[in-house]
């Protein structure tokens, strides 16, 4: 038994429905906070837990340098070790390699390099990405991929999306089998439809749990990311769950499940939250501005977290000003919980048949 899904609505290409792990149930459409380092920055387990986030995102790049995944196995496994008792998706190294490691060399074996920390000698293979995850206890392993770089020339993509897809028939290999645990493999194919298409029909034919859509939000602005998300979408199954990876603005996340996402993760929320940037129901702001430095009113009136249950706009603006800690744990902890109740909110409006209605931003 894999890790389930099921469709409980649809209106029009969105859905919402329940993925069922080894580490409880997870209603889709859904947001991960990514927890780079075995930790989602400036925030407990518990308060992850706290803005109604089931499933947190890990690195498996950054976790086999530091502390090595074979050393947090030892330790009983990355639930534990963060003391997370939901679900746990990982990537699979094959992002952070091309964007963080040094003297990277790229064959068909995989990516050989050095660490970014120490320079040591490591490679990534399909087969050793798997491992990885396995290793950290992952309820939702990713296939190892190329991020194929943007722009790029045509045969360039090409030839990069076929890479990624006999090293997902290896990952695919590599997975060992565990109850309510699965593997996702990654539709690449730049900005070509056609490449697209072809990308997920060969993953489809390999055969994966869930699929997801890479190598988008990363510049070719949010028209194309759309384009492609429905060049994709046809061409996967319905019974099984679908990931746009590192997207994005509440915006981009609203175009996406109305385009039939049903997970998403971006370190948006978080990093935002850590210089000042918060998001509302009013719509974006932040709390470096003056104009807050004397407004009594919470951030958000409609909001249930830490940050607009029992401060002012005031008294954020004074501690981001300041460069407190507190700063970025009571905007994190908000940021998290507005996307949280986003997601909550598009599931009301896809099982009350509202979704093509729904806009940003948007009454409570
Ligand atoms: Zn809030």
Redesign the pocket.
């Known amino acids: 038994m894999t890790i389930g899904f099921e469709v409980l609505a649809a209106d029009g290409m969105a859905r919402t429905g329940r993925l069922t792990t080894a580490h409880g149930v997870i209603e889709t459409p859904t947001f991960m906070p990514v927890g780079t380092a075995a930790t989602v920055k400036a925030m407990t387990a518990e308060g992850v837990a706290a803005t109604g986030a089931r499933i947190v995102l890990g690195n498996t790049y950054h976790l086999m340098l530091r502390p090595g995944a074979e050393r947090i196995a030892a330790l009983g496994g990355l639930h534990k070790f963060m003391n997370w008792p939901h679900a746990i998706l990982t990537d699979s190294g094959g992002f952070q390699v091309m964007s963080l490691a040094s003297l990277r060399t790229i064959s068909e074996e995989g990516v050989a390099f050095r660490s970014h920390l120490d320079g040591s000698k490591h490679l990534l293979s399909p087969e050793r990405s798997v491992e990885i995850q396995r290793l950290l206890g992952a309820d939702f392993t990713m296939a190892f991929d190329e991020c194929t770089p943007f722009p790029a020339e045509r045969a360039q993509v090409e030839a990069s999306m076929e890479l990624s897809m006999r090293w997902a028939e290896r990952s695919r290999a590599a997975f060992t089998e565990r109850p309510g645990h699965g593997i996702f493999g990654i539709v690449q194919g730049g900005v070509h439809p056609d490449l697209r298409r072809r990308s997920a029909e060969r993953l489809v034919g390999i055969g994966f749990d869930g699929y997801a859509i890479g190598g988008l939000a990363i510049g070719e602005g949010q028209e194309t990311t759309f384009a492609m998300i429905e060049a994709t979408v046809p061409y996967l199954p319905t019974d099984r769950p679908r990931y746009l990876m590192g997207v994005g603005k509440p915006a981009d996340l609203v175009g996406a499940v109305k385009r039939g996402v049903d997970m998403f993760d971006c370190v948006l929320p978080t990093r935002s939250g850590r210089t000042g940037q918060a998001w509302t129901r009013q719509g974006s702001l932040n709390l470096r501005n003056a104009r807050h430095a004397e407004d009594p009113a919470p951030?958000?009136p409609e909001?249930?977290?830490p940050?607009?249950?029992g401060h002012s706009r005031a008294y954020l603006h004074h501690l981001t000003k300041a460069g407190e800690i507190l700063a970025s744990m009571l905007l994190t902890?908000?940021n998290l919980?507005?996307y949280t109740d986003l997601m909550r909110d598009l599931r009301t409006a896809i099982t009350e048949g509202q979704v093509a209605q729904f806009e940003l931003p948007y009454p409570a």
Request: glycine residues 0%.
């Open positions: 951030l958000d909001c249930r977290c940050a607009c249950t902890a908000h919980t507005y």
